[in-house]
């Protein structure tokens, strides 16, 4: 008789990305009920969450948006609605547990928020005064009419919406007017000491405005109104194939992205029908497409409190990030490199001994040639100042600028500019391929010839983001990893192809397949019985041939260990498929960046590998950017990061979520143990 074929249970459907961006918000957005999280903190989380969702509607809805008007884009209207009704949900949490939570928890701490029918009479003296003297000038209010047409409301910039009685100076009865509100203008104002009897108060812009908004109509009444912000589609569009000049491209492209194609209307609660239909008819919205706020409309301006607020007390105590104990201070960094690899772990570690080491490159004489990317640095940057200064000083230098970095394009223009003016070669990358890798290299005469050495991060060359987000910078000397590092900027000014590299793999060219070829090297072992295990600690996991590699290692009986902190489209626990898979994600004081990849496929020293990337596991990133991974083949190096970077995230309790098969995060614990304050307390 025929043996029957084995019946696998039927594949579990993957998991809804856009679900799963909100899911890591409500993560987020949970920081701020933890009564061990200092109060300020708490409304700073809830601050990052509204900014977090207005990326969210820019960039992924928006594409989203644009697949369900697109015949055969794969989506839906219902699609477009189910999500809506999600980040709905998810918002109107998030001003509920402001209201009822942190508020007044503020208020027992003696900083409160004033509306006009709070303040006293000297308050509203002082208001008063400040509207006139500092608000009331910048004003324009545009009353609509054949004449006066909506006007263009820019991205996320704050407007009123009135409807007025009696006529206008004319006779005429026209009713609806806007108000825009100029971005200069603080969106939060603190008060004097003296009117607050020994509490710190503030007043929101809003509030002031809306104290004085018949003032700016007079002769009319203001029979209702609202606040209400509009968030749009934020990509800069261009076509590549018809680029001559990147740059000008995209600086002649950026005033455009405050008037993209609207996405999100947002209204105060009391917003009558008639001005927020109104709005959604001019708007050209669905209904889905508005949100109805119990607060101001844009609760990221709150982070203004958070700095103007006297209340240490209130804030994470100051956290100062250590020397490496594998650098001495005040000895060559060269020198030192040339003993061995140096791993940086920031935030516990210091940034600055990235600083010194271009510093030191541009102050050597002995030094020729200094190469670097640049993805984010901000718009001011010791290291960009260190690079014009190194060409100042007659040095090689060539910055591989990121012009489409999101949001960053104008300080990378910028910069890209100021480092031309002084004769430093300035390249693109690739037009259609967003150059992330992290990566410098320093050419230096050394006798007769000429050595290099590079540093390779999983972050950003960013001093200030380098003390809020983990990641692992990495130093070395290394011929090999070094003469591959070369070879990626060349090809990044050339364009050609790339020799093989000894140590570096690149994106998009043999990345992905080797992540795949190291997951089937796994399932091969645990199907003949050996040792297998993978761990990978990323900040997003949606490649589908990634997913699907690991579900077939998952069902070879590999144990699997995922860290994503934010989506992840792979459903651990279902059983036949991914019962020995299990993810989890951090979410602490500081916002995990670190990229580990770690894969052992037997019992010998020489059956496992472990790399540090710049890229998550995603498709865009594979595909659609220029990245990089490398080995650390030192072992104590390697074992350092085992144990820092993996073994305590996947011993979290204070600060872990564990996901459900069905696409839920549960958290691990309300106390116990927390990677990121033991790693602090270590370095401290």
Not at 137 to 145: F, G, K, N, W, Y
Not at 561 to 578: E, K
Request: charged share 25%.
């Amino acid at each position: 008789m025929a043996r029957q074929e084995e019946r696998l249970p039927a594949p579990a459907p993957l998991l809804n990305r856009e679900r799963s961006i909100l899911q890591f918000n409500r993560r987020v957005l949970a920081q701020a009920r933890r009564a061990d999280v200092p109060l300020l903190e708490r409304l700073r989380y809830v601050t990052i969450v509204s900014s977090n969702i207005d990326e969210f509607f820019e960039v992924r809805f928006a594409d989203l948006a644009e697949a369900a008007r697109q015949p055969g884009g794969g989506v839906s209207r219902s699609d477009l609605a189910a999500v809506a009704v999600a980040a709905h949900e998810l918002i109107d949490e998030q001003y509920k547990m402001l209201n009822d939570e942190v508020v007044p928890e503020l208020q027992r701490h003696g900083i409160i928020v004033l509306n006009h029918a709070d303040r006293d009479e000297g308050q509203r003296r002082w208001v008063r005064r400040f509207f006139e003297r500092e608000v009331r000038p910048l004003l324009v209010p545009l009353v609509l009419d054949p004449s006066h047409p909506f006007p263009l409301v820019a991205n996320k910039s704050l407007n009123f919406i009135a409807r007025l009685g009696g006529r206008d100076a004319f006779g005429r009865e026209n009713s609806i007017a806007i108000v825009k509100v100029p971005r200069v203008l603080p969106r939060v104002i603190r008060l004097p000491d003296a009117l607050c009897g020994g509490r710190q108060g503030f007043v929101l812009l809003t509030s002031v405005i809306r104290a004085h908004l018949d003032e700016l109509f007079p002769g009319r009444s203001v029979e209702s109104f609202s606040q209400f912000r509009v968030t749009r589609d934020s990509e800069l569009e261009f076509d590549a194939d018809d680029v001559t000049n990147l740059r000008q491209a995209l600086r002649s492209n950026l005033s455009k992205r405050h008037f993209g194609l609207a996405i999100r209307l947002e209204v105060v609660r009391s917003c009558p029908s008639e001005l927020h239909d109104f709005l959604l008819r001019q708007l050209q919205l669905p209904e889905y497409a508005l949100y109805k706020v119990n607060g101001p409309v844009n609760l990221a301006r709150l982070n203004e409190i958070i700095d103007q607020a006297d209340a240490q007390t209130l804030r994470f105590p100051r956290y100062d990030p250590a020397w490496p104990a594998s650098l001495r201070p005040g000895h060559s960094i060269f020198e030192q490199l040339q003993a061995g690899d140096v791993m940086l772990h920031h935030p516990f570690e210091s940034f600055e001994p990235v600083v010194q080491f271009l510093r030191e490159a541009v102050e050597d004489p002995a030094v020729l040639a200094i190469k670097q990317t640049i993805y984010r640095t901000g718009s001011q940057s010791v290291l960009a100042d260190l690079l014009i200064e190194a060409a100042r000083r007659g040095k090689e230098v060539m910055a591989v600028v990121e012009l489409t970095a999101r949001f960053d394009e104008e300080a990378n223009i910028n910069w890209a500019e100021r480092l031309e003016a002084v004769g430093a070669q300035v390249v693109y990358g690739v037009v259609g391929l967003k150059t992330h890798a992290k990566l410098m290299l320093v050419t230096r005469r050394e006798g007769s010839r000429l050595r290099r050495y590079v540093h390779l991060s999983t972050g950003n060359y960013n001093p200030k983001t380098a003390r809020l987000y983990t990641d692992v910078g990495y130093l070395s000397a290394d011929p090999a990893l070094a003469a591959d590092a070369d070879a990626v900027f060349h090809q990044l000014a050339s364009q050609g192809r790339m020799r093989s590299s000894r140590r570096l793999l690149t994106a998009p060219f043999v990345l992905h397949r080797t992540m795949v070829r190291h997951i089937a090297q796994v399932a091969a072992a645990a199907r003949a019985g050996r040792e297998a295990r993978i761990v990978a600690k990323v900040n997003a996991l949606t490649d589908p041939g990634l997913i699907a590699a690991l579900i077939d290692a998952g069902r070879a009986g590999a144990k699997i260990d995922l860290i994503v902190r934010g989506a992840c489209m792979l459903p651990p626990g279902v059983p036949g498929h991914t019962d020995t898979i299990r993810v989890r994600s951090v979410i602490g004081r500081f916002l995990e960046h670190t990229r580990v990849l770690y894969f052992r496929w037997g019992e010998a020293p020489d059956d496992e590998i472990l790399y540090l990337s710049s890229a998550d596991w995603m498709s865009r990133n594979m595909f659609r950017r220029i990245e990089l991974a490398w080995p650390v083949r030192d072992a104590v190096l390697r074992q350092r990061i085992i144990d820092e970077a993996l073994v305590p995230y996947l011993h979290d309790e204070l600060d872990a979520w564990e996901l459900q098969a069905d696409g839920e995060y549960r958290r691990v614990a309300q106390t116990g143990i927390s990677a990121q304050q033991a790693l602090m307390r270590r370095y401290t």
